[in-house]
């Protein structure tokens, strides 16, 4: 490539990227499917002050880092740089009233919120599905936004299904995929994982299985709910993990992926059925699962989870395609 050429390569780029719709490239960003977060600090005073952001990353493990963007026309802007400390609050799915709370002008966002002073004096907010409690490790500059990255000093998870924004509304996917199922013919199966065990149950053949629901006219939304209810009351649903039908019976299976809190951990057995057990999918054989639909699908999940990223499985129970999935 000719000299001549590259340069005029070069004031062509620039000049396309010159001419970027910034409204057009915002719908574009939204076709990107996030959670909703609160980003907290307080002021030397104690004052709280906080946000609401869906640009928010995980950044690295060891050390322990995360961003959140920040825009810097944003009244929040000179605080959250400067204040060498903020939090991450993660919504659960039934807090959208609290994100738009954020999200808003208020003289006072905090007056209505259950909150908590953490150790690096960033308000925590009750009932999220997970919060990170961070000191500012660098602020970096980024055309008219900042990042702000944090180090974790400490965080917690609920165990809550979290609340989703795309395309300028909000979604909450556990709920949205329950509501959209319900027939005679459908089972729907909980893959609850505590750590790196799942609750299985046994069957009346003395196998292993997982809980699981016969869908009423009610949805699958109820028959999770009774699932809960019966084997572990605090848990929730993440996202469909395997749709499946059994060509041989004619049913329909739905197993949706499901956390239960960690500090339920150190408990035994299940909460409410003794006959569930939270176990070692490496200490089961084969054989010893009810069928072999299941003790794959179980063997995928294994695999999966050491590499915390997912995919969802369509076909029937013996051949089908895996869709990948963000964890």
């Known amino acids: 490539m000719s000299q001549e050429t590259s340069q005029a390569m070069g004031r062509n780029a620039g000049q396309a990227i010159s001419k970027i719709n910034t409204r057009e490239l915002r719908d574009a ?11 907290t600090t307080a002021t030397d005073g104690g004052k709280p002050l906080g946000f609401t952001a869906n640009s928010f990353s995980s950044v690295s493990l060891d050390p322990a880092l995360l961003l959140v963007s920040i825009a810097k026309t944003s009244s929040n802007y000179q605080a959250f740089s400067t204040a060498g400390h903020f939090a991450i609050n993660i919504l659960a799915e039934g807090q959208k009233d609290l994100s738009n709370t954020f999200a808003r002008p208020s003289d006072d966002r905090f007056a209505n919120v259950s909150w908590q002073l953490s150790a690096n004096r960033n308000p925590l907010i009750d009932d999220v599905s997970a919060w990170f409690d961070c000191t500012t490790h660098a602020v970096i500059d980024a055309g008219d936004h900042a990042l702000i990255i944090g180090r ?31 027939g005679p013919k459908v089972i729907v199966n909980a893959i609850i994982a505590r ?33 809960f209810a019966k084997y572990q009351p605090d848990a929730s649903a993440s996202f469909i993990y395997s749709v499946y039908n059994n060509t041989e019976t004619h049913y ?27 176990v070692s999918l490496d200490d089961i054989e084969t054989e010893a699962f009810q069928d072999n639909a299941l003790a794959s699908m179980l063997q995928r999940y294994r695999k999966e989870n050491e590499l915390k990223s997912y995919g969802l499985y369509f076909g029937d129970h013996s051949n089908g395609t895996v869709r990948p999935l963000h964890s």
């Open 252 to 278: 329909q299976y739905i197993s949706f992926l499901c956390s239960a809190p960690d500090e339920l951990a150190s408990v035994g057995h299940v909460s409410g059925d003794a006959s569930g057990q939270f």
């Open 152 to 182: 974790v000093g400490a965080f917690h998870s609920a165990g809550f299904a979290g609340l989703g924004y795309y395309r300028g509304g909000y979604f909450t996917p556990a709920r949205v995929s329950a509501e959209v199922i319900a």
């Open 195 to 227: 750590e790196d065990k799942v609750l299985l149950v046994k069957t009346a053949g003395n196998k292993w299985g997982l809980p699981s629901k016969a869908i009423g006219k009610e949805g699958a939304d109820k028959a999770l709910a009774e699932i």
């Open 29 to 39: 960003f939204g076709a990107f499917m996030t959670g909703v977060t609160i980003v």
